[in-house]
């Protein structure tokens, strides 16, 4: 079914999603907001920008955007999957508790704020350019994946402030990170090949979805984080 968003606000275009128990195609997108807001079982295909809060709750849907979108995709998603061609503002994965967001290009600020995960729900983020700074502040599960492909050599694959309040989940990054400063409460090593068994299955689906090589993206150095376990912040985020 084909939606013409043209002349439609966020609520009428969300009627019409959930009036429908067919895939849709959504034209003419201009910056509505909360598209699939806590919607089950759709497939959405978007081609425009759609506004910020996409997927905002979202449960086992697809959405797929052609383009760019705006800030807080995926904003509290519990479940189903967010595929992204473009690039996506700020606050992507904001409290995600399950589900996976797929970017092939760029991420804004605060990618990843407030992830966490509880029993069988296990969020995941991948970007496959750079994200802005405060990348995984205040982190509580899941894991973050950061590729940099296709960076300028003047640029890191993450800017300032990265794991700020990070008690909990793990963050992937695609570099050595040598010139990028973390702060004392994490752990930061060189991943190994363990390690990356870890996220082979979402570097193979990134790669399956935008066309890269697998060999390519993964003939590079990845730097693991995890929180420290004597981490201070986590007394005051868990019971335990």
Known sequence: ??????????????????????????????????????????NISISGIPGNALGVYL?????????????????????????????IGDTAGYAMRG????????????????????K??????????KCGSFLGEYQAGGKIIVLGLNLNNNKEIVDQFPCT???????????????ISFPEKVIVKRATEEDLNEI????????????YEKNRVLDSPFTKVIPDKMN???QMYVAN
């Open 1 to 42: 079914m084909i939606i013409d968003a043209y002349n439609l606000d966020y609520r009428s275009l969300n009627d019409a999603l959930r009036n429908t128990k067919e895939s849709c195609e959504i034209v003419n997108c201009c910056g509505q907001r909360y598209i699939g807001a806590g919607m089950s079982g759709k």
């Open 59 to 87: 449960n086992d849907s697809v959405i797929t955007v052609n383009s760019n979108a705006q800030d807080a995709v995926g904003d509290t998603m519990n479940d189903g999957k967010i595929i992204v061609y473009g690039n």
């Open 99 to 118: 589900g996976k967001i797929y970017v092939k290009g760029n991420a804004g600020y605060r990618t990843g704020i407030h992830m966490k995960e509880y």
């Open 120 to 129: 069988d729900k296990y969020p995941v983020i991948v970007i496959g350019g």
């Open 165 to 179: 309040g990070m008690h909990g989940g793990e963050m992937f990054l695609r570099s050595e990170c040598r010139n």
């Open 200 to 211: 082979d299955s979402y570097i193979t689906e990134f790669c399956e979805l935008f066309g």
């Open 232 to 234: 201070p912040y986590k």
